[in-house]
């Protein structure tokens, strides 16, 4: 049987309260370029600011989206003080072709000021470093200008055909489980 799906996820709008700020974050911390920036009511149905940035040779994987007319206020930045308010979002994440890419560009987020709120950390409850989560990869989580929580990882785990979950060289960690195959 096939199964009728999306073939992957792709790009995240996120709504920004300053759009100069933002750009230069996600141009300058994580190495997005440009592709276009426009102002609100330009399309007559889109009465909002909408900048489309890139990170390869896709159109956009990240659009960021301003209401000039909303007053914004701003978020907490721990999950523990957010305890009233729409759901929203937890956080959204970048993946990292290498643990020495991943390495290299969390030097470049530190060294962009970029606040880091956990990790280094690797989510496993099998390698003995692990934190005792899952998904069997290492993570950093940094706040952009309006505190959206962003994580870069490397090495997720793949799920074998029984469902074990297979590290990122190819181990097989034994005792875990996957809910549907
Ligand atoms: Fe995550």
Redesign the pocket.
Known sequence: MTTIKPARMQHIALEVSDMDKSIAFYREVLGFKLTERHSAGEVPAIPVELTFLRLGEQHHDLVLVHNPKKTYRSKPTRPEDDLEGIASFH?F?FECDTREDWMAVFDKVAANGAPVVRGPVVHSFVDPRGDGSW?ENE?VYILDPDGHRI?I?CNLANIGSDGTHISADGARMEGTTTAEL
């Open positions: 956080h994440a998904g993570a994580e990882f």
